[in-house]
């Protein structure tokens, strides 16, 4: 519950509330100052990632283990609503984005090292497919209280925010009462970047670029998508688009549990993992492909179909390959940030993918075929590990 209370704090900014506040404050152009701010905090959010996975390794067995950083993160991510809600200005959102960026990645790092430190081999499909759960549940929190619920941005951001720590709340205590049992091992005295030197690894930290770069471009970009398409809006005459992007959202959030959470035991059954990460990154490149060929109505409809059930295989079945590639225990913590900057790198590249595409003069369509071939070759990448089936 913790991973989806942490999901549920930039999901939903990302993809509704974020848009709409770059909307206000500059209307001519908010395509543009949306890809900025996502860059300069995906920067941020890699740096600040890789750190606090560092600071967890070395303090994971003090008083409260990493519950410490996922309460210094939970403070941050709630003061950098604060000043997004207030910002007025492009410096003072980018100043929020970035706070914020940092600490997502205190609350996201040290859930991330649970599941490797804390889980057998066996069962790591079954859990990963809830905490898979997250980022659909997320996505699904985003459609209810902005597209559906609330109207009004302050009401909106109060509500999210207070969901967000009432999900990480009871973690950070269970986490902090039930230290860390293993034995003693050596604590890793420098940052280091020995990750890179393993195959397996550097295979799968470029699939997940690759992918969620797509995932990235679909989330950033579909309100404006969805804005623009007169036919989508024609056939929803009376409904804003933030809306119809919830309902879409809300559609591929249900395939995506479902999906997710058969992947994940099924992916534990077989005992091969890799093949059921290849098809839901097969998948979530047809959805963009048909968004790029397709952006008018019932294409959207199509397209996030194909994404819900493509994220929810894809996204549990890699968690649990992932934790099964780090190649030293010692640096759960410092290896899961650098495979975790994969995500924020995604973060970097789709807004500037996006700004390159929209600067040429392009129509936002291309974005999603671009997406479609970013997640086909993310899904050929990952064949390529050996360690794991």
């Not at 704090?9 to 509330?17: G, N, S």
């Not at 500059?26 to 996975?53: E, H």
């Not at 579909?222 to 992007?245: C, F, H, K, M």
């Not at 789709?350 to 479609?372: F, Q, T």
Request: aromatic share 6%; charged share 10%; net charge positive.
């Amino acid at each position: 519950m913790a991973q989806v209370g942490t999901y549920i704090a930039f999901i939903p900014l990302l993809t509704l509330l974020l848009p709409l506040k770059a909307a206000v404050i500059d209307p001519s152009a908010p395509g543009k100052l949306l890809s900025q701010v996502a860059l300069w905090g995906s920067v941020t959010a890699s740096i600040s990632g890789v750190f606090a996975g560092f600071l967890g390794d070395r303090t994971r067995r003090w008083p409260g283990g990493r519950s410490v950083w996922i309460t210094v993160g939970l403070i941050a991510t709630a003061l950098s609503y604060i000043l997004i809600h207030r910002s007025g200005s492009a410096g003072e959102l980018l100043t929020a984005v970035l706070i914020l960026q940092v600490g997502l990645n205190f609350m996201l790092n040290p859930l991330a090292a649970t599941l490797a430190e804390r889980v057998p081999e066996h069962r790591r499909g079954f859990v990963a497919g809830f905490a898979g759960l997250a980022f659909p549940l997320a996505s699904l929190c985003g459609a209810v209280v902005i597209g559906l619920w609330l109207t009004e941005a302050a009401s909106r951001m109060t509500v999210v925010m207070a969901i967000t720590i009432a999900l990480v709340m009871p973690f950070i205590v269970w986490n902090a009462t039930n230290p860390l049992q293993t034995a003693q091992s050596a604590v890793p005295g420098s940052l280091s970047l020995n990750a890179f030197a393993d195959r397996d690894f550097v295979a799968t930290f470029v699939s997940r670029l690759l992918v969620q770069t797509a995932v990235a471009l679909n989330v950033l970009y579909l309100l404006y998508l969805i804005g623009q398409e007169g036919e989508v809006l024609g056939s929803a005459p009376n409904r804003r688009p933030e809306t119809i992007v919830s309902g879409l959202l809300a559609l591929s959030t249900v395939l995506s549990v479902i999906t997710g959470l058969a992947a994940g035991r099924l992916s534990d059954r077989l005992g091969r993992r890799k093949i059921v990460v290849f098809t839901g990154a097969a998948l979530i490149a047809s959805g963009a492909l048909v968004l790029g060929c397709f952006p008018s109505w019932p294409g959207p409809l199509v397209a996030q179909t194909l994404f819900g059930i493509g994220i929810g295989a894809y996204g549990v079945t890699e968690l649990a390959l992932a934790a099964s590639v780090l190649p030293a225990p010692d640096r759960t913590g410092s290896d899961l940030g650098l495979l975790n900057a994969a995500n924020t790198g995604a973060q970097i590249l789709a807004p500037a993918i996006g700004l390159m595409i929209l600067g040429s003069g392009a129509r936002l369509p291309v974005i999603y075929l671009c997406g479609s071939v970013l997640a086909i070759l993310g899904a050929t990448v990952i064949m390529g590990v050996r360690r794991v089936r």
